[in-house]
């Protein structure tokens, strides 16, 4: 059986942990040459990339803080390098603080809007000059909350992702004919970054409720879905944003 992916070469950002790392091993899974984006988890990186090679697959670990325009382009002329142009990109990369609208000062909202927003398109911008005739494709990663306001002290995070899918919808019309571009919108993911935040079991209550299926997602929910978006089985589709959460709206 062939693989969806066989000989792509993908870039997927911030995927040294969570949801990016899992969304690398199954594009290495199904054959794609795999760069592993990190700004400071190099230990971590490294690991998936042993995890990825061990399975038979091809991936290298890549630092670059996608804040940063020199560092984004380094990060593509490595790629080009090691494994030649890239195919897909997944923006990953991003950050989530949480902070009351009388704490929000201008570190709170740039931290957030510089890594979420503009570092996506940083990546973009450097993704379609390696896009070429052959086209390409771009996978966003968002958030059920750019759709239904996260709760009291995610203001700001809720607005990143709203931009994302609202770029999502442009640029899958400015780059007609050059990129698919699509998001992906998870619901509440058991990553290490949400062992970090340590939710209280009645806000765990309360997003299991509004879930039709019951539970919290799992990376590789979302990695699944990426790889559809990556895939030809999504051909037909470019400025969408699938919902991948459990039926859940917060």
Same mark, same amino acid.
């Given at each position: ?44 990186? +490294? ?105 009291? +002290? ?50 765990? +209550? ?45």
């Amino acid at each position: 059986m062939s693989k969806k992916l066989q000989a792509k070469v993908a870039v997927v950002t911030g995927a040294s942990k969570g949801i990016g790392a899992q969304i690398a091993r199954r594009f290495a899974c199904e054959g794609a040459r795999v760069v592993v984006n990190y700004s400071r988890s190099k230990d971590e990186a +490294g690991k998936v990339v042993a995890d990825i090679r061990a399975d038979g697959g091809e991936a290298v670990a890549v630092k670059a803080d996608m804040r940063n325009r020199a560092e984004v382009a380094g990060l593509f002329r490595e790629t080009a390098k090691t494994f030649g142009p890239v195919d897909v990109l997944v923006n990953n990369a991003g950050i989530y603080n949480l902070a009351p609208l009388e704490n929000i000062d201008e570190k709170h909202f740039r931290d957030q809007f510089d890594l979420n927003v503009l570092g996506l398109i940083y990546a973009t911008q450097e993704a379609v000059k390696q896009f070429g005739e052959r086209g390409g494709n771009v996978i966003n990663i968002s958030s059920v909350v750019g759709h239904t306001p996260a709760s009291p +002290g995610g203001l700001v995070y809720s607005a990143t992702k709203a931009a994302v899918e609202n770029i999502t919808r442009g640029l899958a019309f400015e780059l007609s004919g050059k990129a698919r571009v699509n998001a992906i919108a998870p619901g509440m993911v058991e990553t290490e970054g949400l062992k970090q935040m340590n939710p209280d079991e009645s806000f765990k +209550g309360y997003v299991l409720s509004r879930s039709a299926v019951k539970r919290l997602g799992q990376p590789d929910d979302i990695a699944k879905a990426a790889v559809y978006l990556a895939s030809d089985d999504s051909s037909w589709m470019s400025g969408e944003t699938l919902m991948v959460g459990g039926g859940a709206r917060l």
